[in-house]
């Protein structure tokens, strides 16, 4: 009887955590990947600022009990490595990542940890790849031991002086050096501007490397999402609502559609990474524009990871300590 029981808790462990229409992730690698959850504005604050909010261990419990599967933690490594060779990571942050890591392990929950807000990188690829290079020498040797339920996506966003054939070879650059020493870890990677789904065909990606995972994200209809945002650079206009009118589902499931298409060309797995608005949009507008995102992707196969969970984006209040309902049933309630 014991015996039994140890097994059953050892192939209970294995399982998928989640029940989903079978994709590609469960089928070559048995990861099942649903509705995930970004933990933005913490540890991609700059060094010695905060934005507002501080990662707390019991973020991870809400997350898991309100029905989420994975978490994607964005990292700005940067302002936490040294600027001269050997670039060394400072031990204190990366051991705050170390906790981050296990916090989302002990919950069961599938974790990304990326590359975020290298803003040096971006302005100047060339005078900052032995640095990024050295960033991920480090984090692979790190972490070659954790699971495979941890992933490591490269570089959020790669933009501005980040050119397709920049990225693509610092990609490739970077890979084979995480390669040594994770072989078979999953490793996520997205396109220019932004991980913008109209540039899926400039990402050149090795056939020989079958454990990637492509990552998009997706804020269309920009002046509906990002209306009031500051650091958007212009002057927003407030008020600009989405009403899953024919015309705007049309618009939506066109975009999701060429990112489909392209996965199933390629034949890779495709997520994504990011979407949500920013709270200066109607909440009706909001809830309809996420329940549509969330059942359209999954419709086709495409894994989703909301932005974010408690800051301007955020799906819970920090402040009264609860989901903001809306929200939260619009992620849970699309159909897959």
């Known amino acids: 009887m014991r015996i039994k029981l140890i097994l059953a808790l050892v192939l209970l462990t294995l399982l ?3 029940a989903t229409a079978a994709g590609p992730l469960e089928k070559e690698w048995g990861i099942s ?3 995930g959850m970004n933990l933005g504005n913490m540890l991609d604050a700059p ?17 898991k009990s309100a029905g989420f599967d994975h978490v994607r933690i964005p990292i700005r490594w940067s302002d936490y490595t ?15 990542v170390d906790w981050a890591i296990k916090c989302a392990l002990d919950r069961r929950l599938f974790v990304i940890i990326n590359v975020h807000h290298f803003d040096a990188l971006m302005k100047d690829p060339n005078g900052q790849r ?21 992933f490591f996506e490269l570089l959020n966003e790669p933009c501005e002086q980040m050119t397709a054939v920049r990225w693509n070879g610092l990609f490739a650059e970077t890979l084979a050096v995480v390669r040594k020493t994770n072989p078979t870890r999953l490793v996520v990677v997205g396109p220019v501007q932004y991980n913008n789904i109209s540039q899926l065909p400039s990402l050149q990606l090795p ?31 407030i008020g600009v609502t989405w009403q899953a009118t024919p015309e705007q589902l049309a618009a939506l499931r066109k975009d999701l559609d060429t990112a489909a298409a392209w996965a199933k060309q390629n034949k890779r797995p495709l997520f994504i990474g990011e979407y949500g608005t920013f709270d200066r949009a109607g909440m009706n507008s909001r809830a309809k524009w996420t329940y549509a995102v969330t059942k ?20 819970y209040n920090p402040e009264e300590k609860c989901w903001r309902p809306e929200l939260l049933n619009a992620v849970l309630a699309a159909e897959k």
């Open 82 to 96: 040294a600027k001269e060779a050997p670039y060394l990571i400072e031990s204190a942050f990366a051991k705050k």
């Open 296 to 315: 359209e992707a999954l419709a086709r196969k495409m894994p989703v990871t909301y932005w974010e969970f408690c800051s301007t984006f955020g799906m």
């Open 207 to 237: 056939a020989n490397d079958q454990h990637l995972l492509v990552t998009v994200h997706y804020y269309n209809p920009f002046d509906f999402t990002h209306q009031g945002a500051e650091w958007v650079g212009k002057k927003n206009k």
């Open 16 to 18: 998928p955590m989640f």
């Open 47 to 63: 060094k010695g600022v905060s934005w507002g909010v501080q990662l707390e261990a019991n973020f991870f419990d809400l997350i």
């Open 33 to 35: 990947l649903n509705r």
């Open 130 to 150: 032995a640095r990024f290079i050295a960033i991920w020498k480090q984090l692979a040797e790190r972490y070659k031991s954790y699971p495979n339920a941890v």
